[in-house]
């Protein structure tokens, strides 16, 4: 796997020119225009206060097919032939990658200090590229992406690993994507529910319950999702827990410490009922799931305290 530059070229931009970078194909799910952002370009092309931008395009191998990178903004505005507007160069680079999924790596290096490129963009970008998110619902991606780095680094993930690093981390945990949007997307799994579960916590004590013991975590988490008849009491007490436990911090809350009860609470429940059930259906795999069950829980300690540095 690898990407490269092919060459860059600099050029005045015109409407026909802006059409044709706006009609390519973008990678992932095509952002947004935003009505502010295109508001304060059009004000600075008018002022002549604009000079110049900077465009990617990318030509992958494994379809043969070249994507915008970015530029939809300023390319939407190009395009609009009543715009008038002097001499604007257009720096454009142009990249080759081998895979669909290195395309969101070369996406990720864009517009990083632009408040234009959001977080959920490069989660997308991503996502689109990962087959057990292929097609999935857009609320579902950033749970995902945050229940892996808060399980892997702690609540406090967001000042250990960048944004693009935890992108990345999507299709490094593909398996666990699939297990989660089996779940959620089960027609016995209300709509409220699916909105009260979409909590960093919960996704990350999910992500560790299913790294430990994947057929437990199934059969725990899909019980205490659909809150159906077959819940144990363990179950049910969680289901309610997390329904009428609030989205947002309260007045005095600390996000952080807010997030780690939270996960301390799901996974002491996932434990007192992992030890009484899992002999049913994993006694030849006990022990080996107490010893990965350790080594998992060390090593994010680990992670943790090293990213802290």
């Not at 225009?33 to 206060?49: C, E, F, N, Q, Y």
């Not at 081998?98 to 996502?127: G, Q």
């Not at 144990?232 to 997390?242: A, C, D, F, V």
Request: charged share 30%; hydrophobic share 35%.
């Amino acid at each position: 796997m690898s990407y490269k530059i092919t060459k860059t070229q600099t050029f005045s931009v015109t409407p026909e020119k802006a059409a044709a970078h706006l009609a390519l194909t973008p990678v992932g799910v095509d952002c947004k225009v935003r009505p502010k952002k295109m508001a304060d370009l059009r004000s600075h092309i008018i002022a002549g206060t604009f000079h110049s931008c900077e465009w990617g395009i990318i030509y992958c191998l494994e379809d043969g097919l070249s994507y915008r990178v970015n530029g939809k903004n300023t390319s939407t505005l190009f395009s609009d032939p009543s715009l008038v507007y002097g001499d604007i160069r257009i720096s454009c680079t142009f990249w080759e990658c081998d895979t669909l999924l290195e395309m969101s790596r070369i996406y990720a290096t864009y517009d990083r200090k632009l408040t234009t490129r959001l977080a959920s963009d490069n989660y997308k970008a991503v996502a689109a590229y990962v087959p057990s998110l292929k097609k999935a619902v857009v609320s579902l991606i950033g749970p995902c992406v945050t229940g892996i780095s808060c399980g892997k680094y702690g609540p406090s993930y967001d000042k250990k690993v960048s944004v693009e690093e935890r992108a990345q981390e999507l299709p490094l945990n593909d398996d666990y994507c699939a297990f989660v949007r089996e779940i959620y997307d089960s027609k016995e799994v209300t709509s409220l529910v699916k909105e009260k579960f979409r909590k960093g916590s919960i996704f990350a004590s999910m992500w560790l319950c299913f790294k430990e013991d994947r057929e437990a975590a199934k059969v725990f988490w899909g019980r205490v999702f659909r809150g159906d008849g077959n819940m144990s009491t363990k179950e049910r007490g969680l289901n309610t827990y997390i329904l009428t436990t609030p989205l947002k911090a309260v007045k005095g809350d600390s996000g952080t410490e807010r997030t780690e009860n939270q996960m301390k609470k799901c996974l002491r429940v996932y434990d007192a009922w992992w030890k009484e059930n899992s002999e049913d259906y994993t006694s030849h795999r006990r022990k080996e799931v107490l010893a990965k069950r350790k080594e998992l829980r060390e090593a994010r300690l680990a992670m943790s305290a090293k990213k802290s540095v």
